[in-house]
């Protein structure tokens, strides 16, 4: 029985969704502002009824994604022999604060390097060669990572799997708007 994944990225206002089995993919991306919650489980659904960083082509990115609240989600990747090794993990971070990389050659991609081009324009320089402000996460991409970590034996079962919040608070408070306090 071939191995089926699914695949789901909805970090930012585009709603990404993959399910591959055995070599066919099958895929849902699109603009959803806010409702990506109440559409998840019904693409899902449509997928299935069908059969059931990797894009951009770069081997060295920085992924830098409009957080709203002035602040990005940045992480800095780069492939050595196709592998992607994790340079600066996820976080969030005001634009000009963004951790350095070493040498250059690096690609920008994400929606923050059309919102933020200045501030990240300055703080990289002459790193960055080219920018894809208008690449957005694909659980495509999703696929083609999970599929060696599970073909090894790596896989984490559905019931154990759980997301990662880079930033677990989207608001402040009245009180906490008034006092100045950051996230």
Avoid: C
Wanted: zero cysteines.
């Amino acid at each position: 029985m071939p191995m089926k994944i699914l695949a789901l990225d909805a970090s930012t206002e585009y709603l990404s969704l993959a399910v591959a089995t055995g070599e066919k993919l099958y895929q849902y991306d699109q603009l959803v502002g806010q409702s990506a919650s109440q559409l998840i489980l019904p693409q899902i659904q449509s997928l299935l009824e069908m059969a059931l960083a990797q894009a951009s082509g770069a081997r060295r990115v920085i992924a830098a994604s409009d957080a709203r609240m002035k602040e990005v989600y940045h992480a800095v990747y780069e492939k050595h022999e196709d592998v992607w090794r994790e340079v600066y993990s996820a976080g969030v971070y005001k634009p000009a604060n963004v951790p350095d990389v070493d040498g250059q050659d690096w690609v920008g991609v994400g929606t923050a390097w059309k919102v933020y081009a200045d501030a990240l324009g300055q703080r990289y320089q002459q790193k960055v060669i080219s920018t894809l402000p208008e690449m957005t996460p694909k659980a495509e991409a999703i696929i083609d990572l999970a599929k060696p970590i599970f073909e090894a034996g790596q896989g984490v079962d559905a019931s154990a799997a759980r997301p990662i919040y880079i930033r677990n608070r989207v608001a402040l408070t009245a009180k906490e708007r008034e006092q100045g306090q950051r996230l």
